[in-house]
């Protein structure tokens, strides 16, 4: 089993926290895996993106030039990523922030829905990302819900850990989302 996955968007989407959630999660199971977040030097806005590799066997390299899946949750970094995901590759896409007739690739499996749209219909506009796993987890199954949550204590902060149970709302959503494609 291997799974990659190249996570973009911009600083405040908690792109680096699904990413580090998913490394988590996979190494509750006892999977081998790698987790390479890069930022910018500004504290929001500016762009967040990182590379998670879950795999059954030893991992070589933490970077990967072509990913089997892209989950881009803002505009502008849609140009720099989407040319790199691989024929076929898995193609989660923020509607809510990236207008789907934006897409240029015809020959990805692509996924499209306006997860800032849900995440405020559920009340809290910061689960957006949270939904975003979901779906990916759904399509995959490359981690279970339960390790997901067992992740999201080691990865919130204290301050945060009263949001587990709307966190994992948000992650059931994505995951119900995904079998209903």
């Known amino acids: 089993m291997y799974h990659d996955i190249f996570i973009a968007g911009t600083g405040g989407q908690g792109v680096l926290v699904i990413g580090n959630l998913l490394a988590e999660a996979a190494l509750a199971e006892g999977r081998e895996v790698t987790f390479l977040p890069s930022y910018g030097v500004e504290m929001r806005g500016g762009n967040a993106n990182c590379t998670v590799i879950i795999a059954d066997r030893p991992i070589g390299s933490p970077s990967i030039n072509t990913p089997q899946t892209l989950m881009l949750m803002s505009r502008k970094t849609r140009p720099l ?18 207008p789907e007739s934006d897409v ?20 809290n506009p910061r689960l957006a990302n949270m939904i975003a796993l979901g779906i990916y987890i759904g399509r995959t199954g490359v981690v279970s819900i339960e390790a997901v949550e067992q992740g999201l204590d080691e990865v919130l902060s204290e301050r945060n850990k009263k949001y587990i149970p709307q966190n ?4 059931r959503k994505g995951v119900e989302l995904a079998g209903a494609r």
Not at 104 to 122: I, K, S, Y
């Open 168 to 171: 994992m709302t948000a992650i």
């Open 81 to 98: 990523y989407e040319p790199k995901l691989l024929p076929d590759g898995l193609y989660i896409l923020n509607t809510s922030l990236v």
């Open 104 to 123: 240029q690739r015809q020959d990805v499996n692509l996924v499209a829905m306006p997860f800032n749209d849900m995440a405020a219909e559920m009340g």
